[in-house]
DNA sequence: ACTATATCCTGTATGC
DNA sequence: TGCATACAGGATATAG
């Protein structure tokens, strides 16, 4: 699922593919996308053709592009959102949602989202920041990012690591992959209790979220099913360095006990239970 | 202010 | 074969 890392793949693929060109013409081939504009679907195509795309930013998992105006178009891909740069005259993908065309009759951009989790919308003013992101926090990766001052905010909280590590409020871009792995790598129950963590152990596992992100990066970014990919429609290859999420019942790569995948949130975690073993958990 | 949970969405896998 | 259920999970609304 796009975390981070995929997103800024994705960024980079835009980069290349759209910076500078502008848009002609936008077809809303499902609304539902753009319940988050607005005007509404019809609004966000009359409102953004015309339109001249700068080079494209990131925070946390949300992208945007600049408009040359100071406007932006604001992306956020959910679970399964992708970005594709196709010829216009490729066939549209499977659960294509909606296409760009350009002035310069260059490959088109199309959004493509099978679980409609992901959203597109334009910010009025955005280009620098859209204030619909005011809220979140900035990523591991922002140089203006204050470690000293995240890790007391950590350690302010009473909720277990893995919440705080997912809250985008405190800090952004880490999803349910990389926290799990972090997690492994710093040996931490995700439910240890985030202000029962020390500083120096609270750094730990934001160095190891840093280090597993910058990997999978380095890699194009994790594929686990195939719903990710590049906006060349190839996947990354990061998932075959994962060694927590998706490996219940598989020997732990360190201490060799079976690994376990456990309820959480409406979702799963995944943890070694010897070397992340129930510590300072929660109401304990 | 903080915490925790339900909800959205669809395709694939699994069980009976 | 067909039907039902579980699962993937990011962000937000809402309740406590």
Redesign the pocket.
Known sequence: ???LPEVEVVRRGLETAVSGRTIAAIRVLDS?VLQRHPGGADDFATAGAGRTIQAPRRR???LWLPFADGDALVA?L??SGQFRVDDAGQPLPT?CRVVFEFADGGPQLRYVD????GRLWLSADGAEGPV?LA?IAADLFDPLLDRNALVATIR?????IK?VL?N?EIV?GI???YADEALWAAKLHYETAAHRLSPSRVHQVLDAATTVMTAALAEGGTS?DALYVNVNGSSGYFGRSLTV?GRADLPCLRCGRPLV?E?F????SYRCPRCQPPSGV?GR
Do not use: A, W
């Open positions: 699922m796009p975390e539902r946390g998992k949300y956020h959910g679970m659960h099978q679980r409609m989790f619909e809220h302010s909280r009473t909720s277990g919440r997912l985008q952004s999803g349910n992959i686990f999420y995948r309820p949130m409406n979702r799963s929660v």
